[in-house]
DNA sequence: TGCCCGATTAACT
DNA sequence: GTTAATCGGGCAA
């Protein structure tokens, strides 16, 4: 199983997003398969990095392969990979993980034994691993990251992106086919 | 400077 | 179904 490097995440976002799909991201050992994701580019109005670098968003604007970790709300963190190239400023959220890897960090940090509270949405996943805005513009192919590309394939789900209020018709979440990780269930195929 | 809102979650009714 | 928790960006004044 081969591990991704930044290489992998220089391409269009609209690519790595679906292949992100079934791979396993682990955090100092912690973590599990992605199942769910989100794509966001610059010239998409519910990006954070459509106005413009600011501090925040800064991760954004650089190369491929680094997380941005950002505040949610004021209370959650969220983990974006940095996709394409430098100045693109285009990421995709990792909003759910199937958890397979250091369970029990996972359900010490997030108060719970229930493997499908650990990481089904993007604060919670964040919790459990014990991502924080220290971790932000960290390389995504060196400690305390490491990530290895899916062993199978895998049928994707695609729908419209969650908790956005600008360009909700773009359908860029994309998810893992029947998953019970997801954070929410995409509608059936008519 | 002040005010509103957001890539959320959990604990309510 | 509703709401509180709480921080940074964007925009009006």
């Known amino acids: 199983m081969p591990r991704l490097r930044k290489r992998f995440f ?7 997003a679906p292949e992100l799909i079934g791979a396993k991201l ?7 398969l992605i199942v769910e994701v989100e794509a ?32 949610s709300y004021g209370i959650h963190w969220c983990l974006n990979f940095v996709c394409e190239e430098a100045g ?14 250091g369970l029990a960090a996972m359900q010490r940090r997030r108060k719970t034994d229930d493997p499908r509270l650990l990481c089904s949405g993007p604060g919670r996943l964040t919790e459990a691993l014990g991502v924080t805005r220290a971790h932000n513009a960290l390389a995504l192919d060196a400690p305390p990251f ?8 895998v049928e994707i789900a695609s729908g419209p ?21 997801l954070s929410k269930p995409f509608r059936s195929l008519p």
């Open 40 to 71: 966001y580019h610059h010239t998409d109005p519910a990006a954070h990095s459509y106005n413009g670098e600011t501090e925040r968003n800064a991760v954004m604007f650089g190369p491929a392969g680094y997380a941005y970790v950002y505040r």
């Open 10 to 16: 220089n391409r269009s976002v609209h690519e790595v």
């Open 88 to 101: 693109s400023a285009s990421a995709v959220l990792i909003r759910a993980l199937e958890p397979t890897d």
């Open 26 to 32: 682990l955090f100092n050992g912690v973590g599990g």
């Open 146 to 153: 490491e990530l290895w590309a899916r062993e199978r394939e």
């Open 161 to 181: 992106r969650i908790g956005i209020t600008k360009a909700m018709e773009l359908p860029w979440r994309y998810g893992l086919e029947g998953s019970r990780f």
